[in-house]
Structures are given as structure tokens and as C-alpha cells.
């Protein structure tokens, strides 16, 4: 079982900047696809940004050029740094880890985006 906490969501201005980050515990993230997912109310959860390793990464068109994705093995810590945030951008993030078989998401945290 893999455990994933997401950690420093919240309540920011549009054009400001937070930093998400998903600790896991009972597997190794250096192994893993990790991802990070949202959801908006009444929408289907979405690919925001996927890492594998520094050559392997991939982010929605909607984000591209403002989030960028990055992983410490050594902390086993994945993190989404989000800046020039819009109001669109407002949903809960999902952190995702997946390897083979295994598939796990953590419980979220929010983000809002006010105008």
C-alpha cells in the first residue's frame, strides 16, 4: 500500500503562485509515474502535469508554461509549482502514483483562485 499526502493548497489571488506538494510513504517514488490530477466541481478529474524522470514529463495545454512538476527521491516527494494561477485554475488537485499494476491517489487538497 502506498500512502500519498498533498499538502499547501489554498486560497490565492488570480496571478499568484502555490506550491503543492505529495509526500508518499510505502513506496518509491524514483520507480513510480507520478501525476498530478484535478477536479473541478461537476467536472471529470484531469491530467494537470505527469513525471517519470527530467526527460519525461508531460503537462495539460492549459497549464503548459506556468506549472511545472518536479519529484525529490531523496525526500520522496513529488511537488507542482503553479504560478500565474487563473480562476480556472480552482479544483481540488489529486496527487497519482503508479507502478505496473499498482495504482494509488492521495485525498487532495483544495485550490482557489479568486478573480
Known amino acids: 500500500q502506498v500512502y500519498l499526502v498533498e499538502s499547501g493548497g489554498g486560497l490565492v489571488q488570480a496571478g499568484g503562485s502555490l506550491r503543492l506538494s505529495c509526500a508518499a510513504s510505502?513506496?518509491?517514488?524514483?520507480?513510480?509515474?507520478m501525476g498530478w490530477y484535478r477536479q473541478a466541481p461537476g467536472k471529470q478529474r484531469d491530467l494537470v502535469a505527469r513525471i517519470r524522470d527530467r526527460d519525461s514529463l508531460n503537462y495539460a495545454d492549459s497549464v503548459k508554461g506556468r506549472f511545472a512538476i518536479s519529484k525529490d527521491n531523496a525526500e520522496n516527494t513529488v511537488y507542482l509549482q503553479m504560478n500565474n494561477l487563473k480562476p480556472e485554475d480552482t479544483a481540488v488537485y489529486y496527487c497519482h502514483y503508479v507502478f505496473g499494476e499498482y495504482d494509488y491517489w492521495g485525498q487532495g487538497t483544495q485550490v482557489t483562485v479568486s478573480s
Open positions: 510505502g513506496g518509491r517514488i524514483s520507480i513510480a509515474t
